[in-house]
């Protein structure tokens, strides 16, 4: 065997460019065994994100269904269709942002089509009303909110003020 050695000085270290003579060692069995289950694992990985990946399209496909199919079999009409994409979370935290104790909401009315909103409810008072409406108009989401109709009427005993808002909403 040759050696190299560096520095010229023995004891220092010593390096082996050459190859043994014959057969595999120990070390290269083990080394074919590590890249084996190499192989074996990323196949299985590849195999896996596959399947995901085909499970993950089939409910995207499901879903794109289901929004152009209620459970009843019909179908949503076209005109309908812009109303689902308008901005429904911030609208409802709006109205429940400018709520307090005295005001309870009842309905909620939207028509996608013509862009406005309805909102019937009750108050304590007609000034708990007004600044409702007031509240409402501030936050932006429904512009120009106007108070369309208004009673008097008496829940268990007590007096509250029936309303109905109408506000344009959804872009328009």
Do not use: C
Not at 62 to 80: C, F, L, S, T
Not at 98 to 103: E, K, N, R, Y
Not at 107 to 130: F, N, P, Q
């Amino acid at each position: 065997m040759k050696f190299l050695s560096f520095s010229g000085a023995p004891g220092y270290l010593k390096l082996d460019f050459q190859r043994p003579a014959a057969g595999w060692g120990a070390s290269s069995r083990l080394g074919l065994v590590v890249l084996a289950l190499g192989l074996a694992l990323a196949g299985w990985q590849v195999w896996r994100y596959l399947d995901l990946k085909a499970r993950a399209d089939a409910v995207e496909q499901r879903v794109a269904e289901m929004r152009k199919k209620p459970a009843n079999g019909q179908a949503v009409p076209d005109e309908a269709l812009p109303g689902l994409n308008n901005p429904w979370g911030r609208l409802l935290s709006d109205l429940a942002g400018a709520g307090s104790d005295d005001i309870a909401l009842l309905a909620l009315d939207a028509d996608g089509g013509r862009g406005t909103l309805r909102v019937m409810g009750e108050a304590k008072s007609l000034d708990d009303v007004l600044a409702y409406v007031r509240r409402l108009a501030d936050t932006g989401s429904l512009p120009h909110p106007e108070l369309v109709s208004h009673e008097l009427k008496k829940a268990e005993e007590q007096p509250v003020v029936g309303f109905t808002l109408r506000a344009g909403w959804g872009g328009r």
